[in-house]
Structure formats: C-alpha cells, structure tokens
Nanobody, 113 residues
C-alpha cells in the first residue's frame, strides 16, 4: 500500500491545519489507519488512529484539539488540527496497518509561539 500525505505547513499558536492522507495499492486488507508524529530528538508517537472497528483513539496531548476522520470512497483519512501549540511541531506521518505497518512520507508541521 502507498500512502501520500499532504497539508503540513507553518502556523502560529492557536491556528489550525488539516492533513490528508490518500491510500492506494493493496488497500483491501487495511485493518487500521492513523497519524503519528516525530519531533526532533523524540520517538515517533501515535497521535490519532482508527482501530479495526473504526473507533478513533487520540493521544492525551491532542484529545479535544485534533480530529481524525475518513472517507472510504476516497481511501483518504484526515487530521484536523485546531488550537495548535508549539509542542505540536513535528513531522507527521500517515500509517496503515495490514500484516505490518506501512508508512507514508512525513509532512512537516511547525507551530510558532
């Protein structure tokens, strides 16, 4: 499966961004998809993911500010990020779970204070 993420950029604190991720290829057996991020010097962490039954799960640091959604017809998931904080600055990755995790190329999100 191939994943193409877009929508990153630079915003001031309190602003919003919307990320998109389009899946293509062997998408028929995808069990779950989600968004992860990796800040400089830190481990990659889950931000918002869909479980196999479609339940959205958020990390504590973004709950209430970020919203994950999906459009099955377009094989696309989105991440609406509101009330952004400088600590949200990171490279954001889209991921799909089949028998293993597939990663898309990251998209940079920079939030300035």
């Amino acid at each position: 499966v191939q994943l193409q993420a877009s929508g990153g950029g630079s915003v001031q604190a309190g602003g919003s961004l919307r990320l998109s991720c389009v899946a293509s290829g062997a998408i028929f057996d995808i069990k779950g998809m989600g968004w992860y991020r990796e800040a400089p010097g830190q481990r990659r962490e889950a931000v918002a993911t869909f479980t196999v039954d479609g339940t959205a799960v958020y990390s504590a640091s973004v709950k209430g500010r970020f919203t994950i959604s999906g459009d099955n017809a377009k094989s696309t998931i989105y991440l609406q990020m509101d009330s952004l904080k400088p600590e949200d600055t990171a490279v954001y990755y889209c991921a799909a779970v089949r028998t293993a995790i597939s990663w898309g190329k990251g998209t940079q999100v920079t939030v300035s204070s």
